[in-house]
C-alpha cells in the first residue's frame, strides 16, 4: 500500500538524531547507549516496559505507568533494583537533558540484564537488571483514519503469555501487523480465543453503536491506562460505556470505532476488513472524547 499509516506514526523531528538517553544510572548520547548481545531482552525478549507521553511539562499518568510496571517485573519475578522515586527521578532527569517540555514520548525498559552464558535460565542473569529509557521529542502525524484487518493470530490465555503483560516479547503482536499488511490494512485487529472482537496488535479497541461506547471485556488485551481512562471519562460524562463480548458482525456496522493508546490517545478507524465504519472519517463521539480526555491529562 502506498499510503501506509501507522498508529505510531510523528512528525520528523531533526532533535531526534541528538537526543541523549539514560541506561542503567548514565545519560548518554544515542550512539554510545548500548546494551549487550548478551542482554536476556535481546537474547530471548525477557523484559517488560513502559511508554509515557510528556504533555505541558508533565508526564500523563506516571504514577499508573509505574504501577504496571512494579507489578510487571513482580509478575516475571525481576528485581528493578531501583524505587518508584528512583525511576521517576531518571524520568525526569533525562527529560531535562533533552530539553523536553511536551510533545515527548518515554519507552522505560527493563531486561533481566546480561548473560553469563546464551541460553535460557533466568539464573544465567546474574549482573542485575539492564534499565533504559528512550526519550524522543514526538508529536502523532497520523494522515488519515486507520485501516484495520482482522488477522488469525489471536491474543491467547493468560497461562499462555498473559496478554495483561507488557513483555518484551512482543512477536505475536508483530505476526498479526505483518497479516494486516499483507492484506492491505495498517495495522491488525486481533480477536480473542473464542472468537470476539479484542484488540489490535497495539492498541486497545473500541466502536461506537447508537451513542453507546463498547470495548472488549478486558479478559484477553493489555489493560490499557490509555483505556481506562476513557472508560472513565465516558461514565462521567454520561456517555453509556460497556465492557463486554461483540463480534465482527456488530464491529462491521458500527457507527464509529478508534484505537487508544499512550501515543495517539484516541485514533479513528477508517475502515474494517474493506467495509468502511460510518462515514469513514472521525466520529462525533470520538471526537468529543478526544476533547475530554484532553481535559483530564491538563486537570
Not at 192 to 205: R, S
Request: contains cysteine; proline residues 4%; neutral net charge.
Amino acid at each position: 500500500m502506498t499510503d501506509h499509516v501507522t498508529t505510531h506514526q510523528a512528525e520528523e523531528d531533526a532533535r531526534n538524531e541528538t537526543i541523549r538517553l539514560w541506561l542503567n544510572g548514565r545519560i548518554l548520547p544515542r550512539a554510545e547507549a548500548l546494551v549487550s548481545v548478551y542482554d536476556s531482552g535481546f537474547m530471548l525478549g525477557d523484559g517488560v516496559w513502559e511508554g509515557i507521553r510528556l504533555y505541558d511539562g508533565r508526564w500523563a499518568f506516571l504514577d499508573e505507568h509505574l504501577d504496571r510496571l512494579f507489578e510487571a517485573a513482580l509478575a516475571i519475578d525481576l528485581d528493578i533494583g531501583m524505587d518508584r522515586a528512583a525511576l521517576r527521578q531518571a524520568i525526569l532527569d533525562t527529560a531535562a537533558a533533552n530539553g523536553m517540555t511536551t510533545d515527548a514520548h518515554a519507552r522505560l525498559m527493563v531486561t533481566r540484564g546480561v548473560k553469563t552464558r546464551p541460553f535460557q535460565h533466568p539464573s544465567l542473569s546474574r549482573q542485575g537488571p539492564t534499565v533504559a529509557i528512550i526519550m524522543e521529542h514526538s508529536k502523532p502525524k497520523i494522515p488519515r483514519p486507520i485501516r484495520l484487518a482482522t488477522v488469525p493470530h489471536i491474543r491467547g490465555l493468560p497461562m499462555s503469555q498473559d496478554p495483561k503483560l507488557n513483555s518484551h516479547s512482543k512477536l505475536n503482536c508483530i505476526l498479526a501487523c505483518i497479516a494486516a499488511e499483507k492484506a492491505g490494512a495498517d495495522e491488525a485487529l486481533m480477536l480473542d480465543v473464542h472468537g470476539f472482537v479484542n484488540t489490535t496488535n497495539a492498541c486497545n479497541f473500541f466502536i461506537v453503536r447508537k451513542g453507546e461506547v463498547w470495548t472488549s471485556t478486558g479478559d484477553y488485551c493489555m489493560n490499557g491506562i490509555t483505556r481506562g481512562k476513557v472508560i472513565r471519562i465516558c461514565r462521567e460524562a454520561g456517555i453509556p460505556v460497556f465492557e463486554k463480548n461483540f463480534s465482527l458482525v456488530e464491529t462491521y456496522s458500527a457507527d464509529e470505532a478508534f484505537l487508544t493508546g499512550t501515543f495517539g490517545a484516541q485514533t479513528p478507524v477508517g475502515s474494517i476488513d474493506g467495509r468502511r465504519i460510518g462515514t469513514g472519517e472521525m466520529g462525533p463521539l470520538t471526537e468529543r472524547l478526544r476533547g475530554l480526555y484532553k481535559a483530564l491529562v491538563a486537570a
